[in-house]
């Protein structure tokens, strides 16, 4: 570490007191690793503004130092965007109050900090809805989510949390603080700078507080678990459900029967309803903001034409909470089971809606040609075709074995995914994982000009160096 870097840690701790920073290494070491474990880094300290002020003042400390930052939220992402390498950790986590929530402009200004789950429990005591939904989403943070531009299993309906956010406050690299904060539905005044920040994964600003926009709140729901024969026929189900519950369908989930299989075997309270194993399971979910809806009535007719078609083999539909619940356990169970099960490599990618079935079809055929006996675990939301290909590990394999095929399968899966008029990253993002992929499949110049608008906000390139695109930062050693 340089002199210049020791005395910009120094300012940085006498700055924010004993209670916004740590260098303790037991109390560092779970924000070293990602969720995965695919990455592990290193940091010399642990920072926790209180406020935007202090997140100014640290990053205009770092910048004169030419020390870098890597901003983290929950640290529960999956492809290493919050993984440091020797940098200064930057945690929003005391950045966790809800200012203010408005059920007339239907709005809500949080700080970044704030849990995600939190932040649907304020939306809901005013009798509002904030719907972005995730299984982390007791642990994640909205100021991560907005950096990474989280999906989720209601972005069918709702959007990914780009279209959620009505305003942002950001802390540049130097320290300038941007408030971009405002409720307004309508603001034609040239860029929409807020756009800038939400998934570039805090590598052009940190977002330090967001105003959400709200929505009202669900007072009826309708939720059915189908089994269809093949994964057109799933698609034809979709279709069908869209063309007939319209607005009100909400969620569409796909799921492959050894998924389920997972589900069942390693997550608690896990039942398929099915007598008989099903070869795609299709979960729909309905929604309406009137109490007196006949979602149940609409969801029965709609599955029983699906039936009388011959596009679903069997359904159920939930007959109260708690039944919902175990439905959507089975959902929110897979990514859990995996682990269990063994290795498991991951693929986040999205094809147009209309070739979901093919993508699954030539990946599997692709994938079981390259490792015999991989056992493929499709699943994800059908409604807007991003699909989580994971592959489980063979029978009796060696794990490490295993996943060192990572790279060699992520190019060929991602490789069919861009030639069917996809991408590589559907919700998860691009962190360390997939540069490579970036500067591989990024379209055009995308990748270039990219790099000019990073070039231009974080000029020293200190702040999250080496995410999303491929640029070593300035760390903390680098000489005066």
Not at 79 to 85: A, E, F, Q, S, T
Not at 221 to 246: M, P, Q, V, W
Request: contains cysteine.
């Amino acid at each position: 570490m340089s002199k210049n870097a020791e005395q910009a840690l120094g300012e940085i701790k006498s700055l924010l007191g004993p209670k916004g920073w740590t260098d303790d290494e037991k109390k560092l070491a779970p924000r070293l690793v990602e969720e995965r474990g695919l990455f592990k880094g290193s940091s010399p300290l642990l920072v926790m503004p209180a406020n935007t002020d202090e997140v100014s003042s640290v990053m205009k400390i770092a910048f004169t130092a030419n020390v870098s930052v890597v901003p983290q939220g929950g640290n529960t992402g999956v492809v290493g965007g919050g993984v440091p390498n020797g940098e200064i950790i930057l945690s929003l986590e005391r950045m966790n109050n809800i200012e203010d929530v408005n059920p007339i402009d239907m709005s809500m200004t949080v700080g970044a900090g704030c849990i995600l789950a939190n932040v649907q429990a304020a939306a809901a005591d005013a009798g509002t809805y904030f719907p972005l939904s995730l299984g982390s989403e007791g642990s994640c943070q909205i100021g991560g989510n907005l950096s990474t531009n989280a999906g989720g299993v209601q972005v069918f309906r709702y959007g990914n949390a780009r279209e959620l956010v009505l305003g942002l406050e950001a802390v540049m690299a130097n320290g300038h603080i941007w408030n971009g904060l405002q409720s307004l539905r309508k603001d034609n005044s040239g860029y929409d700078l807020k756009q800038l920040f939400i998934g570039s994964e805090g590598t052009l600003g940190v977002i330090t507080r967001a105003t959400l926009r709200l929505f009202p709140a669900p007072n009826a729901y309708a939720t059915a678990l189908a089994g269809c024969t093949s994964y057109e026929d799933a698609l034809k189900l979709f279709l069908h459900a869209r063309a007939n519950i319209g607005e009100q369908l909400s969620a569409v989930e796909v799921m492959d029967s050894f998924a389920i299989e997972l589900a069942v075997r390693h997550i608690p309270n896990c039942h398929d309803p099915f007598n008989e194993k099903q070869n795609v399971y299709v979960l729909l979910e309905a929604t309406s903001t009137n109490p007196n809806a006949a979602l149940g009535d609409l969801m029965e007719k709609v599955l029983s034409e699906a039936m009388d078609n011959g596009l679903a083999v069997d359904v159920v539909i939930a007959q109260s909470e708690s039944q919902r619940e175990g439905l959507w356990r089975l959902r929110d169970g897979i990514p859990e089971a995996q682990k269990k099960e063994g290795g498991s490599i991951k693929h986040d990618i999205s094809v147009p809606i209309s070739k979901v079935p093919e993508f699954i079809s030539r990946a599997t055929e692709l994938v079981k040609k390259e490792i015999p006996g991989v056992r493929p675990v499709p699943f994800g939301h059908l409604g807007d075709g991003n699909i989580h290909f994971n592959l489980t590990q063979p029978e009796n394999a060696d794990k490490q074995e295993y996943l060192s095929n990572w790279g060699r399968i992520n190019a060929l899966v991602h490789d069919l995914a861009i030639n069917m008029g996809g991408s590589f990253s559907a919700e998860h993002g691009i962190g360390l994982l997939k540069v490579g992929d970036m500067n591989n499949f990024k379209r055009g110049d995308g990748v270039a000009l990219m790099t000019q608008l990073k070039k231009a906000l974080d000029p020293k390139n200190t702040l999250n160096p080496g995410k999303v695109l491929d640029s070593p930062g300035a760390g903390l050693a680098k000489n005066d």
